[in-house]
């Protein structure tokens, strides 16, 4: 017999018969999806306006890609999930690293519960770096595109992902690595026929491509025949975000860029401040490392104010908050933030110090995202709702939309 | 003999021997020319990274048209020019009114001081309502292209604005009408070549499509190449926007409105607020007079606080400034703003009451301007700079910069 709900992180997930199918689309602004639309590339997403379910949701700030998928996959905000960058200071280890190992996780996720009590899930992730966030604890299959032709049954519960797939190995800096994911994504539901499914795409078409333009639709066309396959096969489709995307440079595409930590040592002695950029991860080309967000390690509790009161003055900062205004308002662990957190305006992104920060991959006008600016993401699904309660959306109800509330 | 220079509104602005062009770029949000540039139908802007001057530069919030065509003529902001909307509530005159009439305006402007001085001053607009108000005790030429077609040497300077432009009269709605500025400005700089010319189009093209979508970049190739053609005639050319724009819909294109008069109504009793939206003006077919930025009055000072709080808990609100706070940040006049100064998130805009807004114009999804969103523009020249002052450059400070700063 199974379940009639799955308790989580202190919510309750209704058990369902028609497979659920979650896609987190990385760095979808809502104005792709109009834009495509418009265009004539999402006919079946545009069908949603009537017979679906479709909201604006804010994400986690950080607007960044790893704090955002724990949030969706576990149903809480990085103050519970723990996760709240790609990388961080460890102040235990006194060392600078990525947070993308499983150690990090303060909770369990809504996969791995839903496995546990007997339901088959499978989750497919663009980039590696998030699977084993994603498959911890999980009894399922989990793998991801960039390593998909290592795949074991035993490690990933697939034998043969490019196959399942019908595609060769794609470039981890690629559209088609999100397009794995999606021919996985409908291949997976047409042969497992999982309960729950969990897809997570990259966004490196977003990071280079403007809503609207050539590129750019042709991927959210990708996504918009993904969708309606999935919808084709019975699956409750809910459709979100990590976060938005906005252009950060002038109008002749000059990337607009605050290095924080020059500023801060011809302020201070060189050594007195950490600036850390949780949007560092090994895949640089495409944003170089820059990001509206940024938190600031001091040596000395006492450079708080002044240090707060200088940032705050730099042209293109949005925000100046220390360690425990924003962790009350961005729901962030204090234990993995730093004195103070900076946000950059729309058009702004943050730097440390200008060597630091290879620029040479930026083909095309910087765009990124990691600020309040991106906070608005969209949360589609192809099923009308009941009544549906008056409350800030977040991304991260997703499951919640999902199994609670769709008709 | 020539003066050295012209000081008006309390700034010295050299007398140039070569003609200075200013163009204010409506609704031109910086991405427009990035991704113009990207897509090739910008090379001559493209041109300027390295050989010309190019900055981002503040505009004025309310970020709508008239304010801010008047600071730059003005090279001041609206708290000493006057004019802080297209429409507001006149106490003296106990009426919601429009204010492009020239006694509203409380200073004179460069345009007429340079031109009082002996120097030849032209001016082009797109539509007629700002006209007036930028020919303000003008002698010089001065007219729209709405109204090209009813031109008098007496009243305009010139008798044949049809002929000057080569074009038929162009419909107010339309990419064409800021085509007619483009060409009978560089007419007008190969047949009279004026000492001053300031020519400002109309951002239908930008209420209606996205930076880098085919009509977008084929009116940023119309701008390139205007541009081109008066820098090849010799004139200094500087280039900024009114204001910038974007997206004020979700995923599906629908519309993200908080109608703040209805709001109001269900707080207190009908008629004891009053919300003015300062973007409404008679051509509302792109944008509904749907902006991002309101202002209310209230009945009874006691009001304030509790309207305040209730206002900045609505979802989509990103600032609520009593008088006096807005008065100070934007620098706007104290007798021509309401108790309250509303400025919605970047995603949404304000209207009154929904009965009063007709959307069926709107014929793509909505895109408009009026918050802090929008502030950012391009400030470019086709010279260099010696060393810049280190300041926060204003799109009001495109005369300083093209008389007193280029080499």
Same mark, same amino acid.
């Given at each position: ?8 992180n ?23 999806v109009?834009? !495509? ?30 704090? @955002?998928?724990? =949030? ?29 190992? !499983? ?19 499978a ?20 793998? /991801? ?11 990933n ?26 021919n ?6 047409? +042969? ?7 897809? /997570? ?17 042709a ?8 969708l +309606?396959?999935?919808d ?13 995307? @906005? ?11 605050v ?7 011809a ?23 820059l ?13 708080r ?9 730099? =042209? ?6 220390? +360690?425990?205004?924003?962790?009350? +308002? ?78």
């Amino acid at each position: 017999m199974t379940p009639k709900f799955v308790t989580v992180n202190g919510r309750a997930y209704r058990w369902s018969e028609r497979p659920l199918v979650v896609v987190c689309v990385d760095g979808c602004e809502p104005d792709y999806v109009n834009q !495509a639309i418009e265009a004539g590339f999402a006919p079946w997403i545009a069908s949603l306006n009537g017979s679906g379910t479709c909201l604006t949701a804010d994400c986690v700030v950080p607007s960044f890609t790893n704090p @955002n998928n724990l =949030s969706i996959v576990t149903g809480v905000p990085p103050s519970v999930h723990g996760i709240c960058g790609n990388y961080f200071w460890d102040a235990e280890a006194g060392a600078e690293v990525m947070m993308n190992d !499983a150690k990090y996780l303060r909770t369990g996720t809504i996969l791995a519960a839903f496995a546990n009590a007997g339901a088959k899930v499978a989750v497919v992730t663009a980039k590696d770096k998030l699977r084993a966030l994603l498959g911890h604890r999980l009894k399922g299959i989990c793998f /991801s595109a960039e390593k998909s032709d290592q795949v074991t049954l035993a490690e990933n519960g697939v034998a043969d992902a490019l196959g399942l797939a019908g595609m060769a190995l794609p470039s981890v800096y690629s559209a088609a690595l999100s397009e794995f994911v999606f021919n996985a994504g409908v291949a997976l539901l047409e +042969r497992e026929r999982p309960d729950i499914m969990y897809l /997570s795409t990259t966004d490196y078409v977003q990071h280079k491509h403007a809503p609207g333009t050539p590129a750019a639709n042709a991927f959210t066309g990708m996504l918009d025949a993904c969708l +309606r396959r999935l919808d084709m096969l019975g699956a409750t489709v809910v459709f979100t975000a990590d976060h938005g995307m @906005n252009a950060k440079t002038d109008a002749l595409g000059r990337p607009n860029i605050v290095f924080l930590q020059d500023a801060l040592d011809a302020w201070y002695v060189a050594g007195a401040t950490r600036v850390i950029l949780p949007i560092t991860d090994p895949y640089v080309v495409h944003h170089g490392a820059l990001g509206s967000y940024a938190t600031v390690y001091l040596s000395m509790p006492a450079m708080r104010d002044d240090a707060l009161r200088r940032i705050a003055a730099i =042209s293109g900062i949005e925000l100046v908050l220390t +360690r425990t205004e924003a962790c009350a +308002r961005f729901e962030l662990p204090e234990d993995r933030v730093g004195d103070l957190v900076i946000v950059a305006e729309r058009l702004t992104v943050i730097g440390t110090s200008r060597h630091r920060h290879d620029l040479s991959g930026l083909t095309a006008p910087l765009r990124s995202h990691g600020g309040v600016s991106e906070q608005r993401v969209p949360l589609l699904a192809n099923r009308p709702a009941d009544a549906l309660p008056s409350r800030r959306w977040r991304n991260f109800d997703a499951f919640d939309l999902g199994l609670n509330h769709l008709r």
